[in-house]
């Protein structure tokens, strides 16, 4: 089913959404500082939110990344 019209099945969607609130909540405990807002992704935002995320934790962009792939 998928009751919000966005072509992606409502179970996946649910799946995924589960899975970034985790991931959000992994990267508060790794950056203590980190708010929901700094995590806040908008699509078409990538370069804006690594920014985000590289002036609030000290790191490369690439360290970032390769957290976020570790911890997926």
Not at 7 to 25: C, M, S, V, Y
Not at 31 to 39: E, I, K, S, Y
């Amino acid at each position: 089913m998928d009751a919000n019209n966005n072509n992606i099945d409502d179970q996946t969607e649910l799946r995924a959404r589960g899975n970034w609130n985790e991931l959000k909540g992994k990267a508060k405990q790794q950056w203590g500082h980190l708010t929901d807002d700094d995590l806040d992704y908008a699509e078409g935002k990538q370069d804006e939110w690594f920014g985000r995320l590289q002036h609030k934790t000290g790191q490369t962009v690439d360290e970032i990344k390769d957290w976020f792939h570790r911890n997926f």
